[in-house]
């Protein structure tokens, strides 16, 4: 197989790489930008409030509300396999992707449950500590 087709056909995989990495670098330099810009200042002798950090554009710590939406995103990820599995076997006539797309879907949504889990308990962490 040729170099250039074998780059062809693996283009739509690069691309979720470079897309991933290019997101990821940004934030990082974003980042150190922001804490040189905090170092500067405290080295200056100003002083550094959460408010004043906050403005700048840190981010913040994530809260279980965050892992509530990532679970149930791959939860919904999930059933649209199921869907899709069902979808191909009566169009197709095809039983075996009535087997395949459900075990597919168990990997995003065992993860959705875990994270859904994940984030009630913190709720529930987060309102005994507020009372």
Known sequence: MEISTMLVAMSPFLMVVAIVWIAFNANTQRRKATLATIEEAIRGGQQMTPDTIKALGMPQKSSANGDLKAGLILIAVAAGF?????????????????????????????????LVGFGLMGRKKEQQDAA
């Open 82 to 114: 199921l869907v899709l599995g069902w979808a191909i076997g009566s169009v197709e006539g095809d039983q075996e992707a009535m087997f395949i797309m459900p075990a597919i879907a168990s990997f995003p949504g065992f993860i959705g449950l875990v």
